[in-house]
């Protein structure tokens, strides 16, 4: 973690932001469009990562600028340079199962290059006879592994007590249950409730809220760079917010109970998605306005695929504050928002 250089690259960002919203754009919605969004670093890019990386080493903030428009931010905090050497094994690993196409003599060798680099789906992999290679196989079982390990594990005590966040739970009791019932992840137990409304302001602007959802690992990779640049986009923004707490085991509509008991203006809720076999480490934030129970989804609005390969956490971060001033300027989320913004 490096507070300082989250506090800085949030406030280029959100400047930036700001700058590009003030020159008549009317976009709102949370997904990326080009006129209102920073654009974001091109992970689908074969030369991406290691570029990514040597930018960013030398002073832990990258910024670089193709056209007049991309810019794009190194989100590794020293926590996770500490661990580098577990990533670089990943990234050797992702490099050798992930060759630059698996087919032998293509057709049209450019063009297939062109296409893998566009996606990090499995394309252009190529067969052993009728079957995957073993490369394929082991990189599809060690996906697989991670996927499930993301949405069983629990994130760390350690992590939650560096951003000083308390921790309840939803009526879940255990994972099997999580999954067989989301009805009990979307709503708070009775020590839970208790607990919230002892320790947190009634009425704050807005609520960070954070969960584990479906997966562990995504809160344990993103949440620290997205958390800090998220505080830091609001103050910079003069928004204030309330005492931010942990759900374990929870669902996005637990945000209505949330909002029922501390009723804030606007509730963030930063939780771990559904993984993939592309990335089991993918977070979401997920925002509303004014929850209560019978909220309807139209009016929650998400900023999903945030992590290393997606949407960077700290760009995250700062971007997911500029939406909040916008729920804030116009009293309402989701579609709500959209048509009272146009
Ligand atoms: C599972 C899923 C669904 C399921 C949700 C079923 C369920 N009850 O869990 C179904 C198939 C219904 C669905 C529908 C839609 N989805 Co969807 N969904 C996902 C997925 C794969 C995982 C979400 C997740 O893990 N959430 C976390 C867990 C813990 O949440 P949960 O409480 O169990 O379930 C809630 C959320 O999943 C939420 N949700 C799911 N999708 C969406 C989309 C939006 C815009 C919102 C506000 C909420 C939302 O609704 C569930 C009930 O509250 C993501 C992919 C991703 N990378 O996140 C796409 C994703 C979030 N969905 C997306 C979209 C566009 C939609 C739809 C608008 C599609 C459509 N045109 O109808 C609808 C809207 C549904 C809504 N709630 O408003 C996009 C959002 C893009 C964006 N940034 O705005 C994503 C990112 C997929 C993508 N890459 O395009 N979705």
Same mark, same amino acid.
């Given at each position: 973690?490096?507070?300082e250089?989250?506090?800085k690259?949030?406030?280029?960002?959100?400047e930036?932001l700001q700058t590009?919203?003030?020159?008549?754009s009317s $976009?709102?919605?949370?997904s990326?469009e080009?006129?209102?969004?920073?654009?974001f670093?091109? $992970?689908?890019?074969?030369?991406?990562?290691?570029d990514?990386?040597?930018?960013?080493e030398?002073s832990?903030l990258?910024?670089?600028?193709?056209g007049n428009?991309l810019?794009?931010?190194?989100?590794?905090?020293?926590?996770?340079?500490?661990?580098?050497?577990?990533?670089i094994v990943?990234?050797?690993?992702?490099?050798?199962?992930?060759?630059?196409?698996?087919?032998?003599?293509?057709y049209d060798p450019e063009g297939l290059k062109e296409?893998?680099s566009?996606t990090?789906?499995?394309?252009?992999?190529?067969?052993a006879g009728l079957?995957?290679?073993t490369?394929?196989?082991?990189k599809?079982r060690?996906? $697989?592994?991670?996927?499930?390990?993301?949405?069983y594990?629990?994130?760390?005590?350690?992590?939650?007590?560096?951003?000083?966040?308390f921790?309840?739970?939803?009526?879940?009791s255990?994972k099997?249950?999580?999954?067989?019932?989301?009805?009990?992840?979307?709503?708070?137990?009775e020590?839970a409730?208790q607990?919230?409304?002892e320790k947190?302001p009634k009425?704050?602007?807005?609520?960070?809220?954070?969960?584990?959802?479906?997966?562990?690992?995504?809160?344990?990779?993103?949440?620290?760079d997205?958390?800090?640049s998220?505080?830091?986009s609001l103050?910079?923004?003069?928004i204030d917010?309330?005492?931010?707490f942990?759900?374990?085991?929870?669902?996005?509509a637990?945000?209505?109970?949330?909002?029922?008991?501390?009723?804030p203006?606007?509730?963030?809720?930063?939780i771990?998605?559904?993984?993939?076999?592309?990335?089991a480490?993918?977070?979401?934030a997920?925002?509303?306005y004014?929850p209560r129970k019978g909220?309807?989804e139209?009016?929650?609005?998400?900023?999903?695929?945030? $992590?290393?390969?997606?949407?960077?956490?700290?760009?995250?971060?700062?971007?997911?504050?500029?939406v909040?001033?916008?729920?804030l300027?116009?009293?309402?989320s989701g579609v709500s928002l959209?048509q009272?913004?146009?």
């Amino acid at each position: 973690m490096n507070p300082e250089l989250i506090e800085k690259v949030t406030k280029l960002i959100v400047e930036k932001l700001q700058t590009q919203n003030g020159t008549g754009s009317s $976009h709102s919605h949370a997904s990326a469009e080009p006129k209102t969004a920073v654009k974001f670093w091109n $992970h689908t890019s074969a030369a991406s990562v290691s570029d990514f990386q040597a930018a960013a080493e030398p002073s832990g903030l990258a910024e670089k600028t193709a056209g007049n428009e991309l810019i794009t931010f190194g989100s590794y905090s020293e926590r996770r340079q500490a661990d580098s050497k577990k990533r670089i094994v990943k990234e050797q690993t992702k490099d050798i199962v992930h060759p630059s196409s698996g087919i032998e003599n293509p057709y049209d060798p450019e063009g297939l290059k062109e296409l893998i680099s566009k996606t990090p789906a499995r394309i252009g992999i190529g067969r052993a006879g009728l079957r995957p290679k073993t490369e394929t196989w082991l990189k599809f079982r060690f996906d $697989h592994a991670a996927a499930v390990d993301a949405v069983y594990g629990t994130v760390n005590e350690e992590l939650l007590n560096r951003l000083d966040l308390f921790k309840v739970s939803t009526m879940v009791s255990d994972k099997e249950v999580y999954i067989r019932r989301p009805d009990y992840g979307r709503k708070l137990s009775e020590e839970a409730k208790q607990m919230i409304s002892e320790k947190c302001p009634k009425e704050p602007a807005v609520q960070i809220i954070i969960s584990d959802g479906l997966s562990s690992s995504a809160v344990e990779e993103n949440v620290e760079d997205v958390y800090l640049s998220l505080q830091q986009s609001l103050k910079s923004l003069g928004i204030d917010t309330g005492i931010p707490f942990y759900i374990e085991k929870g669902r996005v509509a637990v945000m209505d109970d949330v909002g029922e008991l501390l009723q804030p203006k606007v509730i963030v809720l930063l939780i771990g998605e559904r993984p993939g076999l592309v990335s089991a480490e993918s977070l979401s934030a997920y925002l509303c306005y004014m929850p209560r129970k019978g909220t309807i989804e139209a009016d929650r609005m998400v900023i999903s695929n945030i $992590h290393k390969g997606g949407i960077p956490p700290v760009e995250a971060g700062a971007y997911i504050g500029t939406v909040v001033q916008k729920i804030l300027k116009y009293e309402a989320s989701g579609v709500s928002l959209v048509q009272k913004e146009s």
